[in-house]
Protein backbone atom coordinates (compact mmCIF):
# COMPACT_ATOMS: atom_id res chain seq x y z
CA UNK A 1 0.00 0.00 0.00
CA UNK A 2 1.30 3.15 -1.17
CA UNK A 3 1.26 6.03 1.14
CA UNK A 4 -2.60 7.64 1.48
CA UNK A 5 -4.27 10.18 3.54
CA UNK A 6 -7.04 9.49 5.51
CA UNK A 7 -9.78 11.33 7.97
CA UNK A 8 -10.37 10.69 11.35
CA UNK A 9 -14.07 9.44 12.04
CA UNK A 10 -15.63 12.68 13.20
CA UNK A 11 -16.04 11.41 16.86
CA UNK A 12 -12.43 10.44 17.11
CA UNK A 13 -11.62 14.27 15.72
CA UNK A 14 -14.10 15.87 18.48
CA UNK A 15 -12.07 13.44 20.76
CA UNK A 16 -8.52 14.55 20.24
CA UNK A 17 -9.70 18.39 20.42
CA UNK A 18 -11.04 17.27 23.89
CA UNK A 19 -8.10 15.34 24.70
CA UNK A 20 -5.78 17.87 24.21
CA UNK A 21 -7.57 20.71 25.60
CA UNK A 22 -8.90 19.61 28.73
CA UNK A 23 -6.52 16.36 29.82
CA UNK A 24 -3.95 19.11 29.71
CA UNK A 25 -3.62 19.38 33.53
CA UNK A 26 -2.65 15.85 34.02
CA UNK A 27 -0.36 14.99 31.36
CA UNK A 28 1.55 12.28 32.89
CA UNK A 29 -1.34 9.83 32.08
CA UNK A 30 -0.63 8.99 28.22
CA UNK A 31 2.13 6.90 29.32
CA UNK A 32 -0.06 5.17 31.34
CA UNK A 33 -2.44 4.72 28.31
CA UNK A 34 0.32 3.78 25.97
CA UNK A 35 2.62 1.44 28.11
CA UNK A 36 -1.14 -0.57 29.17
CA UNK A 37 -1.86 -0.73 25.49
CA UNK A 38 1.40 -2.21 24.88
CA UNK A 39 0.35 -4.85 27.77
CA UNK A 40 -2.56 -5.58 25.79
CA UNK A 41 -1.07 -6.50 22.85
CA UNK A 42 1.32 -8.84 24.82
CA UNK A 43 -1.68 -10.36 26.50
CA UNK A 44 -3.17 -10.79 23.29
CA UNK A 45 -0.26 -12.65 21.42
CA UNK A 46 0.13 -14.65 24.52
CA UNK A 47 -3.28 -15.74 24.12
CA UNK A 48 -3.80 -16.26 20.50
CA UNK A 49 -0.24 -18.13 20.48
CA UNK A 50 -1.86 -20.80 22.70
CA UNK A 51 -3.20 -21.86 19.56
CA UNK A 52 -0.53 -21.12 17.37
CA UNK A 53 2.95 -20.99 18.80
CA UNK A 54 4.30 -19.87 15.36
CA UNK A 55 3.14 -16.36 16.15
CA UNK A 56 6.26 -15.96 18.98
CA UNK A 57 8.85 -15.97 15.82
CA UNK A 58 12.12 -16.38 17.32
CA UNK A 59 10.81 -14.32 20.07
CA UNK A 60 9.03 -16.17 23.01
CA UNK A 61 9.84 -13.07 25.73
CA UNK A 62 7.00 -10.10 25.68
CA UNK A 63 8.35 -7.01 26.63
CA UNK A 64 7.48 -3.29 26.53
CA UNK A 65 10.82 -1.32 26.02
CA UNK A 66 10.71 2.80 26.70
CA UNK A 67 13.65 5.05 24.79
CA UNK A 68 13.83 9.05 24.13
CA UNK A 69 15.82 10.97 21.73
CA UNK A 70 16.87 14.08 23.49
CA UNK A 71 18.33 15.75 19.79
CA UNK A 72 15.36 14.76 17.68
CA UNK A 73 13.02 15.18 20.84
CA UNK A 74 11.06 11.81 20.66
CA UNK A 75 9.62 9.51 23.08
CA UNK A 76 9.08 5.84 21.81
CA UNK A 77 7.43 3.15 23.82
CA UNK A 78 7.72 -0.54 21.82
CA UNK A 79 6.22 -3.91 22.24
CA UNK A 80 6.58 -6.75 20.88
CA UNK A 81 3.27 -7.90 21.35
CA UNK A 82 0.24 -8.55 18.74
CA UNK A 83 0.86 -5.63 16.59
CA UNK A 84 -1.59 -4.23 14.05
CA UNK A 85 -2.11 -4.92 10.11
CA UNK A 86 -2.24 -1.95 8.32
CA UNK A 87 -6.34 -2.48 8.21
CA UNK A 88 -6.01 -2.97 11.62
CA UNK A 89 -3.75 0.39 12.00
CA UNK A 90 -6.63 2.41 10.63
CA UNK A 91 -9.50 0.79 12.22
CA UNK A 92 -8.47 1.07 15.58
CA UNK A 93 -6.62 4.15 15.56
CA UNK A 94 -8.92 6.25 13.02
CA UNK A 95 -11.92 5.21 14.17
CA UNK A 96 -13.71 4.31 17.41
CA UNK A 97 -15.32 1.25 17.84
CA UNK A 98 -16.28 1.41 21.43
CA UNK A 99 -19.76 0.95 21.80
CA UNK A 100 -21.14 3.55 24.39
CA UNK A 101 -19.21 6.46 21.75
CA UNK A 102 -22.33 8.59 20.96
CA UNK A 103 -23.72 8.47 24.73
CA UNK A 104 -20.50 9.45 25.57
CA UNK A 105 -20.17 11.93 23.27
CA UNK A 106 -23.65 13.36 24.73
CA UNK A 107 -22.40 13.34 28.23
CA UNK A 108 -19.76 16.02 27.78
CA UNK A 109 -20.90 19.37 29.04
CA UNK A 110 -17.86 21.56 28.14
CA UNK A 111 -17.34 22.23 31.01
CA UNK A 112 -13.10 21.45 30.83
CA UNK A 113 -12.61 19.73 34.57
CA UNK A 114 -16.12 17.48 34.41
CA UNK A 115 -15.36 16.49 30.40
CA UNK A 116 -11.67 15.38 31.84
CA UNK A 117 -13.33 12.77 34.11
CA UNK A 118 -15.75 11.55 31.47
CA UNK A 119 -12.45 11.49 29.12
CA UNK A 120 -10.81 9.43 31.92
CA UNK A 121 -13.65 7.28 32.75
CA UNK A 122 -14.32 6.52 29.07
CA UNK A 123 -10.37 5.79 28.61
CA UNK A 124 -9.15 7.66 25.49
CA UNK A 125 -6.36 5.69 25.54
CA UNK A 126 -4.08 6.07 22.26
CA UNK A 127 -5.24 9.38 21.88
CA UNK A 128 -4.07 10.77 25.16
CA UNK A 129 -0.25 10.65 23.33
CA UNK A 130 -1.62 14.18 21.54
CA UNK A 131 -1.43 15.40 25.11
CA UNK A 132 2.69 15.52 24.66
CA UNK A 133 2.89 15.10 21.30
CA UNK A 134 2.29 17.52 18.03
CA UNK A 135 3.15 14.14 16.21
CA UNK A 136 2.52 11.17 16.52
CA UNK A 137 4.14 8.15 14.05
CA UNK A 138 3.41 4.56 14.83
CA UNK A 139 5.05 1.39 13.22
CA UNK A 140 3.50 -1.94 13.77
CA UNK A 141 3.64 -5.34 12.00
CA UNK A 142 1.08 -7.79 13.28
CA UNK A 143 2.42 -11.33 14.42
CA UNK A 144 2.37 -13.56 11.75
CA UNK A 145 2.26 -11.12 8.72
CA UNK A 146 5.50 -10.79 6.88
CA UNK A 147 8.30 -8.31 7.51
CA UNK A 148 7.39 -6.41 4.59
CA UNK A 149 3.30 -6.19 5.83
CA UNK A 150 4.27 -3.59 8.65
CA UNK A 151 2.47 -0.43 8.57
CA UNK A 152 3.41 2.96 9.66
CA UNK A 153 0.51 5.21 10.83
CA UNK A 154 1.47 9.44 11.47
CA UNK A 155 -0.63 12.05 12.67
CA UNK A 156 -0.51 15.74 13.52
CA UNK A 157 -3.83 14.76 15.81
CA UNK A 158 -6.31 17.15 13.77
CA UNK A 159 -8.35 15.66 11.33
CA UNK A 160 -6.28 13.27 9.28
CA UNK A 161 -3.74 10.56 9.68
CA UNK A 162 -1.75 8.94 6.94
CA UNK A 163 -0.78 5.27 6.64
CA UNK A 164 1.61 3.75 4.19
CA UNK A 165 3.10 -0.32 4.02
CA UNK A 166 6.78 -0.55 5.75
CA UNK A 167 8.89 -3.14 6.11
CA UNK A 168 9.35 -4.17 10.24
CA UNK A 169 11.42 -7.29 10.65
CA UNK A 170 10.49 -7.11 14.08
CA UNK A 171 6.74 -7.93 15.34
CA UNK A 172 4.92 -5.45 17.71
CA UNK A 173 4.57 -1.94 17.71
CA UNK A 174 6.59 1.20 18.72
CA UNK A 175 4.71 4.56 19.29
CA UNK A 176 7.14 7.21 18.73
CA UNK A 177 5.83 10.64 20.16
CA UNK A 178 7.14 13.69 18.58
CA UNK A 179 7.03 15.95 22.13
CA UNK A 180 5.94 19.06 22.52
CA UNK A 181 8.04 22.14 23.51
CA UNK A 182 6.46 21.89 27.07
CA UNK A 183 6.09 18.42 27.32
CA UNK A 184 10.48 18.15 27.43
CA UNK A 185 10.89 17.20 30.74
CA UNK A 186 9.83 13.59 29.09
CA UNK A 187 13.44 13.48 27.78
CA UNK A 188 14.60 12.15 31.26
CA UNK A 189 15.17 8.42 32.34
CA UNK A 190 14.58 9.74 35.99
CA UNK A 191 10.85 11.65 35.22
CA UNK A 192 10.04 8.43 33.16
CA UNK A 193 10.87 5.72 35.21
CA UNK A 194 8.85 7.93 37.88
CA UNK A 195 5.82 7.93 36.18
CA UNK A 196 5.99 4.05 34.97
CA UNK A 197 6.45 3.67 38.90
CA UNK A 198 3.57 5.17 39.48
CA UNK A 199 0.95 3.77 37.20
CA UNK A 200 2.37 0.97 35.64
CA UNK A 201 4.35 -1.11 38.49
CA UNK A 202 2.22 -3.50 38.58
CA UNK A 203 2.29 -4.40 34.88
CA UNK A 204 2.98 -8.08 34.71
CA UNK A 205 5.48 -7.86 32.03
CA UNK A 206 9.31 -6.07 31.98
CA UNK A 207 9.11 -2.00 31.43
CA UNK A 208 12.89 -1.82 29.90
CA UNK A 209 15.27 1.12 29.67
CA UNK A 210 18.39 1.55 28.57
CA UNK A 211 20.83 1.91 31.34
CA UNK A 212 22.67 5.29 31.17
CA UNK A 213 25.76 6.61 33.64
CA UNK A 214 27.46 9.93 33.71
CA UNK A 215 29.82 10.84 31.53
CA UNK A 216 32.23 13.71 32.14
CA UNK A 217 32.82 16.35 29.37
CA UNK A 218 35.67 15.90 27.07
CA UNK A 219 38.44 18.49 27.39
CA UNK A 220 38.89 20.52 25.29
CA UNK A 221 42.26 22.42 26.53
CA UNK A 222 44.09 20.03 29.01
CA UNK A 223 45.75 22.88 30.14
CA UNK A 224 42.48 24.57 31.86
CA UNK A 225 40.54 21.37 33.98
CA UNK A 226 37.76 23.52 34.66
CA UNK A 227 37.01 25.99 31.94
CA UNK A 228 38.37 23.73 29.36
CA UNK A 229 35.96 21.18 29.79
CA UNK A 230 32.57 20.21 27.62
CA UNK A 231 29.32 19.84 29.50
CA UNK A 232 29.38 16.55 31.12
CA UNK A 233 25.82 14.45 30.75
CA UNK A 234 24.01 11.06 30.88
CA UNK A 235 25.34 8.78 28.11
CA UNK A 236 23.50 5.31 27.08
CA UNK A 237 25.29 2.21 27.88
CA UNK A 238 23.49 0.05 25.96
CA UNK A 239 22.40 -2.11 29.00
CA UNK A 240 18.57 -2.86 29.74
CA UNK A 241 16.95 -2.48 32.84
CA UNK A 242 13.82 -3.35 33.98
CA UNK A 243 12.07 -0.39 35.83
CA UNK A 244 8.63 -2.36 37.06
CA UNK A 245 8.11 -4.60 39.58
CA UNK A 246 6.65 -6.76 36.63
CA UNK A 247 4.73 -8.86 38.75
CA UNK A 248 0.92 -8.75 38.64
CA UNK A 249 -0.50 -6.74 41.40
CA UNK A 250 -2.78 -9.35 42.70
CA UNK A 251 -0.56 -11.80 42.95
CA UNK A 252 1.45 -10.22 45.69
CA UNK A 253 1.13 -10.75 49.24
CA UNK A 254 -1.02 -8.41 50.60
CA UNK A 255 1.59 -7.32 53.13
CA UNK A 256 3.63 -6.09 50.49
CA UNK A 257 0.94 -3.51 48.76
CA UNK A 258 0.18 -0.39 49.21
CA UNK A 259 -3.08 1.18 49.54
CA UNK A 260 -1.87 3.72 46.90
CA UNK A 261 -0.49 0.87 44.86
CA UNK A 262 -3.97 -0.67 45.61
CA UNK A 263 -5.84 2.95 44.19
CA UNK A 264 -3.65 3.39 40.75
CA UNK A 265 -4.07 -0.31 40.22
CA UNK A 266 -8.19 0.69 40.32
CA UNK A 267 -7.28 3.29 38.11
CA UNK A 268 -5.88 1.78 35.58
CA UNK A 269 -7.95 -0.86 35.01
CA UNK A 270 -11.50 1.42 35.61
CA UNK A 271 -9.92 4.11 34.00
CA UNK A 272 -11.97 6.31 36.64
CA UNK A 273 -9.59 9.53 38.21
CA UNK A 274 -11.27 8.54 41.60
CA UNK A 275 -9.80 6.32 44.33
CA UNK A 276 -12.22 3.21 44.91
CA UNK A 277 -14.22 3.19 47.56
CA UNK A 278 -13.18 0.09 48.89
CA UNK A 279 -11.38 -3.32 47.50
CA UNK A 280 -10.86 -6.61 48.90
CA UNK A 281 -8.10 -8.78 47.57
CA UNK A 282 -8.51 -12.51 48.76
CA UNK A 283 -7.05 -15.82 47.80
CA UNK A 284 -9.77 -18.67 47.90
CA UNK A 285 -8.67 -22.24 48.62
CA UNK A 286 -10.58 -25.54 48.23
CA UNK A 287 -12.71 -27.04 45.52
CA UNK A 288 -11.96 -24.11 43.23
CA UNK A 289 -9.22 -21.81 43.73
CA UNK A 290 -8.89 -17.91 42.45
CA UNK A 291 -6.99 -14.94 43.58
CA UNK A 292 -9.78 -12.09 43.37
CA UNK A 293 -9.38 -8.50 43.82
CA UNK A 294 -12.41 -6.69 43.49
CA UNK A 295 -12.93 -2.93 44.07
CA UNK A 296 -16.17 -0.94 44.68
CA UNK A 297 -16.12 2.62 42.52
CA UNK A 298 -16.96 5.77 44.61
CA UNK A 299 -18.58 7.10 41.39
CA UNK A 300 -21.18 5.42 38.91
CA UNK A 301 -19.19 5.12 35.87
CA UNK A 302 -21.50 7.13 32.93
CA UNK A 303 -22.42 3.69 31.19
CA UNK A 304 -24.11 2.41 34.61
CA UNK A 305 -27.31 2.11 33.02
CA UNK A 306 -26.42 1.40 29.47
CA UNK A 307 -28.17 -1.98 28.71
CA UNK A 308 -25.22 -3.93 26.83
CA UNK A 309 -23.13 -2.61 30.30
CA UNK A 310 -21.09 -5.05 30.71
CA UNK A 311 -19.34 -6.31 34.26
CA UNK A 312 -15.87 -4.34 34.99
CA UNK A 313 -14.51 -7.75 35.53
CA UNK A 314 -11.37 -9.03 34.02
CA UNK A 315 -10.89 -12.89 33.72
CA UNK A 316 -7.31 -14.10 33.49
CA UNK A 317 -5.99 -17.84 33.79
CA UNK A 318 -2.62 -17.98 35.70
CA UNK A 319 -1.86 -14.65 35.22
CA UNK A 320 -2.75 -14.90 31.49
CA UNK A 321 -5.82 -12.10 30.28
CA UNK A 322 -8.37 -14.08 28.82
CA UNK A 323 -11.17 -11.60 28.96
CA UNK A 324 -12.56 -7.96 29.44
CA UNK A 325 -16.01 -7.71 31.22
CA UNK A 326 -16.27 -11.01 31.89
CA UNK A 327 -20.29 -11.11 32.45
CA UNK A 328 -19.96 -14.97 33.75
CA UNK A 329 -17.75 -13.65 36.77
CA UNK A 330 -20.74 -11.12 38.32
CA UNK A 331 -24.34 -10.86 38.23
CA UNK A 332 -25.57 -8.11 36.64
CA UNK A 333 -26.53 -6.16 39.35
CA UNK A 334 -23.10 -5.62 40.62
CA UNK A 335 -22.04 -4.50 37.43
CA UNK A 336 -20.37 -1.85 38.49
CA UNK A 337 -17.25 -3.80 40.82
CA UNK A 338 -14.21 -3.73 39.05
CA UNK A 339 -11.25 -5.67 39.41
CA UNK A 340 -9.72 -9.03 38.79
CA UNK A 341 -10.20 -12.80 39.24
CA UNK A 342 -7.24 -14.91 37.96
CA UNK A 343 -8.35 -18.92 38.11
CA UNK A 344 -6.12 -21.68 38.56
CA UNK A 345 -8.31 -24.11 37.55
CA UNK A 346 -9.73 -22.96 34.42
CA UNK A 347 -8.30 -23.98 30.52
CA UNK A 348 -6.49 -21.06 28.89
CA UNK A 349 -8.28 -21.91 26.08
CA UNK A 350 -11.89 -21.24 27.88
CA UNK A 351 -14.63 -19.15 25.76
CA UNK A 352 -17.41 -16.83 26.76
CA UNK A 353 -19.49 -19.84 25.59
CA UNK A 354 -17.66 -22.59 28.06
CA UNK A 355 -18.05 -19.85 30.75
CA UNK A 356 -21.40 -19.75 31.28
CA UNK A 357 -21.22 -23.74 31.68
CA UNK A 358 -17.92 -24.08 33.83
CA UNK A 359 -19.00 -25.32 37.41
CA UNK A 360 -16.00 -23.28 38.37
CA UNK A 361 -17.24 -20.44 37.06
CA UNK A 362 -20.47 -20.92 38.97
CA UNK A 363 -18.30 -20.98 42.51
CA UNK A 364 -16.01 -18.11 41.48
CA UNK A 365 -19.58 -16.03 40.32
CA UNK A 366 -20.65 -17.10 44.13
CA UNK A 367 -17.96 -16.73 45.88
CA UNK A 368 -17.17 -13.15 44.50
CA UNK A 369 -20.74 -11.88 44.62
CA UNK A 370 -20.43 -12.48 48.30
CA UNK A 371 -17.42 -11.48 48.75
CA UNK A 372 -19.35 -7.76 46.97
CA UNK A 373 -21.93 -7.94 50.08
CA UNK A 374 -19.37 -8.93 52.44
CA UNK A 375 -17.71 -5.49 51.78
CA UNK A 376 -21.15 -3.77 51.47
CA UNK A 377 -22.07 -5.36 54.71
CA UNK A 378 -19.21 -3.81 55.99
CA UNK A 379 -19.07 -0.32 55.22
CA UNK A 380 -23.50 -0.55 55.51
CA UNK A 381 -22.11 -1.23 59.13
CA UNK A 382 -19.72 1.57 59.42
CA UNK A 383 -21.37 3.88 57.88
CA UNK A 384 -22.38 6.08 61.07
CA UNK A 385 -20.58 6.35 64.26
CA UNK A 386 -23.67 7.97 66.31
CA UNK A 387 -23.87 4.61 67.89
CA UNK A 388 -20.40 4.03 69.78
CA UNK A 389 -22.13 2.78 72.76
CA UNK A 390 -22.89 -0.88 72.27
CA UNK A 391 -25.89 -2.88 74.26
CA UNK A 392 -24.09 -2.87 77.45
CA UNK A 393 -23.26 0.65 77.59
CA UNK A 394 -19.65 -0.08 77.08
CA UNK A 395 -17.96 2.99 74.34
CA UNK A 396 -16.56 1.14 71.60
CA UNK A 397 -13.13 1.90 70.38
CA UNK A 398 -13.81 3.12 66.95
CA UNK A 399 -10.11 2.65 65.61
CA UNK A 400 -9.21 4.34 62.37
CA UNK A 401 -9.99 1.77 59.80
CA UNK A 402 -13.67 2.15 61.12
CA UNK A 403 -13.49 5.70 61.23
CA UNK A 404 -12.39 5.88 57.45
CA UNK A 405 -15.65 3.81 56.80
CA UNK A 406 -17.78 6.26 58.03
CA UNK A 407 -20.16 7.89 55.56
CA UNK A 408 -19.05 5.45 53.00
CA UNK A 409 -22.52 3.15 52.53
CA UNK A 410 -24.19 6.33 52.15
CA UNK A 411 -22.19 7.53 49.86
CA UNK A 412 -22.27 4.09 47.56
CA UNK A 413 -25.80 3.55 47.76
CA UNK A 414 -26.60 7.33 46.52
CA UNK A 415 -24.66 5.98 43.34
CA UNK A 416 -25.52 2.37 43.16
CA UNK A 417 -28.52 1.56 45.01
CA UNK A 418 -30.74 1.29 42.38
CA UNK A 419 -28.62 -0.95 41.16
CA UNK A 420 -28.43 -3.10 43.60
CA UNK A 421 -32.14 -3.29 43.64
CA UNK A 422 -32.45 -5.45 40.45
CA UNK A 423 -30.39 -8.15 42.70
CA UNK A 424 -33.72 -8.71 44.48
CA UNK A 425 -35.32 -10.19 41.29
CA UNK A 426 -31.87 -11.20 39.81
CA UNK A 427 -30.27 -13.43 43.03
CA UNK A 428 -33.14 -15.06 45.09
CA UNK A 429 -30.31 -17.09 47.24
CA UNK A 430 -28.73 -13.82 48.34
CA UNK A 431 -32.47 -11.69 48.69
CA UNK A 432 -32.56 -11.02 52.65
CA UNK A 433 -28.76 -10.30 52.19
CA UNK A 434 -29.84 -7.68 49.62
CA UNK A 435 -32.63 -6.47 51.73
CA UNK A 436 -30.75 -5.67 54.70
CA UNK A 437 -28.41 -3.47 52.30
CA UNK A 438 -31.22 -1.28 50.91
CA UNK A 439 -31.78 2.36 52.39
CA UNK A 440 -34.74 4.36 51.34
CA UNK A 441 -36.36 8.01 52.47
CA UNK A 442 -39.35 7.56 54.72
CA UNK A 443 -41.54 9.93 56.57
CA UNK A 444 -38.89 10.83 59.06
CA UNK A 445 -35.66 11.48 56.90
CA UNK A 446 -35.37 13.04 53.84
CA UNK A 447 -32.34 10.85 52.78
CA UNK A 448 -31.70 7.44 51.98
CA UNK A 449 -30.14 6.30 55.14
CA UNK A 450 -33.53 4.28 56.63
CA UNK A 451 -32.77 0.71 55.71
CA UNK A 452 -35.58 -1.91 56.83
CA UNK A 453 -34.23 -3.10 60.30
CA UNK A 454 -33.86 0.54 61.27
CA UNK A 455 -37.88 1.20 60.33
CA UNK A 456 -38.72 -2.18 62.29
CA UNK A 457 -37.19 -1.16 65.28
CA UNK A 458 -39.00 2.03 65.59
CA UNK A 459 -42.99 0.57 64.64
CA UNK A 460 -45.20 1.41 66.90
CA UNK A 461 -46.61 -1.07 68.90
CA UNK A 462 -49.12 -3.35 67.73
CA UNK A 463 -47.93 -2.19 63.81
CA UNK A 464 -47.47 -5.57 61.89
CA UNK A 465 -46.33 -4.54 58.99
CA UNK A 466 -43.81 -2.04 57.24
CA UNK A 467 -45.62 0.32 55.29
CA UNK A 468 -44.39 2.39 52.23
CA UNK A 469 -45.20 4.42 49.28
CA UNK A 470 -44.10 4.36 45.92
CA UNK A 471 -44.12 7.49 43.50
CA UNK A 472 -42.58 9.47 40.81
CA UNK A 473 -40.40 11.90 42.83
CA UNK A 474 -39.62 12.72 46.58
CA UNK A 475 -42.25 15.66 46.99
CA UNK A 476 -44.83 13.63 45.58
CA UNK A 477 -44.26 10.54 47.44
CA UNK A 478 -44.33 13.00 50.53
CA UNK A 479 -47.82 15.25 49.56
CA UNK A 480 -49.58 12.07 49.00
CA UNK A 481 -53.34 12.15 50.33
CA UNK A 482 -52.25 8.18 51.33
CA UNK A 483 -50.39 8.89 53.88
CA UNK A 484 -52.61 11.42 55.66
CA UNK A 485 -53.96 8.63 58.48
CA UNK A 486 -50.05 7.57 58.85
CA UNK A 487 -48.69 11.23 59.87
CA UNK A 488 -51.62 11.42 62.26
CA UNK A 489 -50.69 8.46 63.88
CA UNK A 490 -47.14 8.95 63.95
CA UNK A 491 -46.17 6.10 61.91
CA UNK A 492 -43.55 6.01 59.70
CA UNK A 493 -43.86 5.10 55.94
CA UNK A 494 -41.00 4.38 53.46
CA UNK A 495 -40.96 6.49 50.79
CA UNK A 496 -39.51 5.08 47.61
CA UNK A 497 -39.16 6.91 44.49
CA UNK A 498 -36.47 5.08 42.04
CA UNK A 499 -38.33 3.35 38.76
CA UNK A 500 -37.52 0.23 39.85
CA UNK A 501 -38.56 0.09 43.40
CA UNK A 502 -41.69 -1.43 42.04
CA UNK A 503 -40.60 -4.09 40.06
CA UNK A 504 -38.32 -5.05 43.10
CA UNK A 505 -40.96 -5.36 45.68
CA UNK A 506 -42.68 -7.43 43.80
CA UNK A 507 -39.75 -10.47 45.02
CA UNK A 508 -39.81 -9.05 48.10
CA UNK A 509 -43.14 -9.55 50.46
CA UNK A 510 -41.79 -9.28 53.82
CA UNK A 511 -38.66 -8.29 55.63
CA UNK A 512 -37.51 -10.41 58.43
CA UNK A 513 -41.21 -11.80 58.70
CA UNK A 514 -42.72 -8.45 58.70
CA UNK A 515 -44.92 -7.81 55.82
CA UNK A 516 -43.95 -4.82 53.48
CA UNK A 517 -47.40 -3.24 52.69
CA UNK A 518 -48.31 -0.26 50.26
CA UNK A 519 -50.31 2.65 51.27
CA UNK A 520 -51.90 2.92 48.16
CA UNK A 521 -52.86 -0.33 47.55
CA UNK A 522 -56.14 -1.59 48.82
CA UNK A 523 -57.78 -1.21 51.86
CA UNK A 524 -55.53 -0.47 53.98
CA UNK A 525 -55.63 -2.70 57.30
CA UNK A 526 -53.72 -0.80 60.45
CA UNK A 527 -55.12 -3.53 62.34
CA UNK A 528 -53.71 -3.14 66.35
CA UNK A 529 -53.62 0.50 65.35
CA UNK A 530 -56.79 1.31 65.61
CA UNK A 531 -58.78 1.44 68.85
CA UNK A 532 -61.69 0.28 69.15
CA UNK A 533 -63.99 3.78 68.81
CA UNK A 534 -62.54 4.49 65.32
CA UNK A 535 -63.12 1.08 64.07
CA UNK A 536 -66.46 1.66 65.41
CA UNK A 537 -66.88 5.10 63.58
CA UNK A 538 -65.66 4.03 60.52
CA UNK A 539 -68.37 0.96 60.19
CA UNK A 540 -70.73 3.64 61.09
CA UNK A 541 -69.36 5.52 58.09
CA UNK A 542 -69.25 3.01 55.87
CA UNK A 543 -73.22 2.36 56.50
CA UNK A 544 -73.92 5.76 56.50
CA UNK A 545 -72.48 6.42 53.10
CA UNK A 546 -73.85 3.42 51.56
CA UNK A 547 -76.08 5.54 49.17
CA UNK A 548 -73.80 7.75 48.02
CA UNK A 549 -71.33 5.06 47.65
CA UNK A 550 -73.62 3.33 45.52
CA UNK A 551 -74.52 6.70 43.21
CA UNK A 552 -70.63 7.23 42.68
CA UNK A 553 -70.17 4.14 41.89
CA UNK A 554 -72.84 4.45 39.14
CA UNK A 555 -71.17 7.34 37.81
CA UNK A 556 -67.68 5.83 37.77
CA UNK A 557 -68.60 2.85 36.94
CA UNK A 558 -66.56 2.72 33.65
CA UNK A 559 -63.47 4.41 35.93
CA UNK A 560 -62.95 2.73 38.59
CA UNK A 561 -63.74 -0.77 39.72
CA UNK A 562 -65.16 0.37 43.75
CA UNK A 563 -65.31 3.32 45.81
CA UNK A 564 -64.81 2.73 49.42
CA UNK A 565 -65.03 4.64 52.63
CA UNK A 566 -61.73 4.59 54.15
CA UNK A 567 -59.97 5.74 57.64
CA UNK A 568 -56.79 6.62 55.14
CA UNK A 569 -57.84 9.99 54.64
CA UNK A 570 -57.64 13.08 57.12
CA UNK A 571 -57.74 15.78 55.46
CA UNK A 572 -58.86 15.18 51.57
CA UNK A 573 -62.25 14.16 50.53
CA UNK A 574 -60.89 11.35 48.25
CA UNK A 575 -57.89 9.35 46.75
CA UNK A 576 -57.20 7.08 44.21
CA UNK A 577 -55.71 3.19 45.19
CA UNK A 578 -55.61 -0.18 43.52
CA UNK A 579 -57.07 -3.11 44.21
CA UNK A 580 -54.75 -5.47 46.72
CA UNK A 581 -53.26 -7.66 44.00
CA UNK A 582 -53.70 -5.15 41.14
CA UNK A 583 -50.65 -2.87 39.59
CA UNK A 584 -50.09 0.19 41.15
CA UNK A 585 -50.44 3.03 39.69
CA UNK A 586 -46.39 4.12 39.89
CA UNK A 587 -45.82 0.41 37.60
CA UNK A 588 -48.98 1.27 35.28
CA UNK A 589 -47.25 4.23 34.51
CA UNK A 590 -44.18 2.93 33.75
CA UNK A 591 -45.51 0.09 31.64
CA UNK A 592 -47.64 2.91 29.64
CA UNK A 593 -44.28 4.57 29.22
CA UNK A 594 -42.56 1.84 27.75
CA UNK A 595 -45.19 1.43 25.46
CA UNK A 596 -47.03 -1.47 27.14
P1 LIG B 1 -8.36 0.56 24.26
O1 LIG B 1 -7.00 0.19 24.73
O2 LIG B 1 -9.28 0.86 25.38
O3 LIG B 1 -8.96 -0.43 23.29
P2 LIG B 1 -6.98 2.65 22.95
O4 LIG B 1 -7.39 3.97 22.39
O5 LIG B 1 -5.96 2.70 24.02
O6 LIG B 1 -8.27 1.93 23.45
O7 LIG B 1 -6.45 1.75 21.78
C1 LIG B 1 -7.26 1.55 20.64
C2 LIG B 1 -6.93 0.29 19.93
O8 LIG B 1 -5.73 0.44 19.19
C3 LIG B 1 -6.67 -0.91 20.82
O9 LIG B 1 -7.85 -1.54 21.19
C4 LIG B 1 -5.80 -1.77 19.91
O10 LIG B 1 -6.61 -2.51 19.03
C5 LIG B 1 -5.02 -0.77 19.12
N1 LIG B 1 -3.70 -0.57 19.74
C6 LIG B 1 -3.28 0.50 20.44
N2 LIG B 1 -2.01 0.35 20.83
C7 LIG B 1 -1.61 -0.85 20.38
C8 LIG B 1 -0.38 -1.61 20.47
N3 LIG B 1 0.67 -1.15 21.14
N4 LIG B 1 -0.34 -2.80 19.85
C9 LIG B 1 -1.40 -3.29 19.17
N5 LIG B 1 -2.58 -2.64 19.07
C10 LIG B 1 -2.68 -1.44 19.66
MG1 LIG C 1 -5.84 1.43 25.83
Redesign the pocket.
Known sequence: MSKQTLSFQAEVAQLLHLVTHSLYSNQEIFLR?LVS??S??CDKLRFEALNNNALYEDAPNVEVRVTFDKAARTLTIT?N????SAQEAID??GTIAKSGTKDFMGKLSGDQKQDAQLIGQF?????SGFIVADKITVE?RRAGLKADEGVRWVSGGSGDFEVETITRPARG?S?ILHLRDDAEEYLNAWKLKQVIAKYSDHISLPILMEKEEWKDGELINPNDENGGRQPGGMVKTGEWETINKASALWTRPKKDITDEQYAEFYKTISHDHEAPLTWAHNRVEGNTEYTQLLYIPAKASFDLWNRDKKAGVKLYVKRVFIMDDAEALMPSYLRFVKGVIDSADLPLNVSRELLQESRDVRAIREGSTKRVLSMLEDLAKHDRHDTTQNADGVTDVVDADDKAKEGKYTAFYSEFGAVLKEGLGEDFGNRERLAKLLRFASTSSDTLTVGFADYKARMKEGQEAIYYITADTLAAAKNSPQLEVFKKKGIEVLLMTDRVDEWALNYLHDFDGTPLQSVAKGAVDLGKLQDEAEKKAAEEAAEAFKPVLAKLKEALKDKAEDVRVTSRLVDSPACLVVQDDGMSTQLARMLKQAGQ
Open positions: ENADADGIGMHLGVGFYSTV
